[in-house]
């Protein structure tokens, strides 16, 4: 049995339309590709690949592992549940998206890169604050909302981890 390719909205944006055939993708998708492309989300809508919803089992494993990497505040719903699909059916995740490929390799999830270098490590993120610049450890209960500084009570970023 082949293995599943699931298209995250980079391949559908750069992939001829009938290499999707046969593919998977989620509902969110056509939202994205009507904004980035109206003329391509017409054709995914008629010929594109399968779509399915991700059971919701497979969307909390997600959300879980995102937490832990720190990616979850910068994952889209659609990017969620593109890795849950992925998960779910044991797929091959196709993607651009480096926080995606971090929550993959995470997960020990199969994916490829579609048009850019792959990411080469997992990465890791801490929180800095905008303003005396402390560093802090992501903590998964930081994953919704980035708490303000303890120190300075200044607003924090996420940045990645060198």
Not at 21 to 39: A, K, T, W, Y
Request: net charge negative; aromatic share 6%; proline share 7%.
């Amino acid at each position: 049995m082949e293995i599943p390719n699931i298209l995250d909205t980079s391949a559908l944006l750069a992939w001829p339309p009938q290499k999707w055939l046969g593919c998977f993708c989620v509902f969110g998708q056509i939202v994205e590709m009507e904004r980035h492309s109206p003329e391509r989300a017409m054709l995914l809508e008629n010929q594109g690949p399968d779509f399915i919803i991700p059971d919701p089992v497979s969307v909390s494993i997600v959300e879980e592992n995102a937490a832990l990497t720190g990616d979850l505040p910068r994952l889209s719903p659609v990017d969620v549940e593109l890795l849950a699909l992925t998960q779910q059916l044991n797929g091959t995740l196709h993607t651009d998206d480096y926080r995606m490929q971090n929550v993959a390799r995470k997960m020990q999830l199969s994916w490829k890169a579609v048009s850019v270098k792959a990411s080469k490590a997992a990465w890791s993120w801490i929180l800095l604050c905008s303003g005396c610049r402390a560093v802090s450890k992501v903590e998964s209960s930081d994953s919704e909302n980035i708490p303000e500084c303890g120190i300075c009570g200044s607003p924090q970023k996420l940045k990645r981890s060198k």
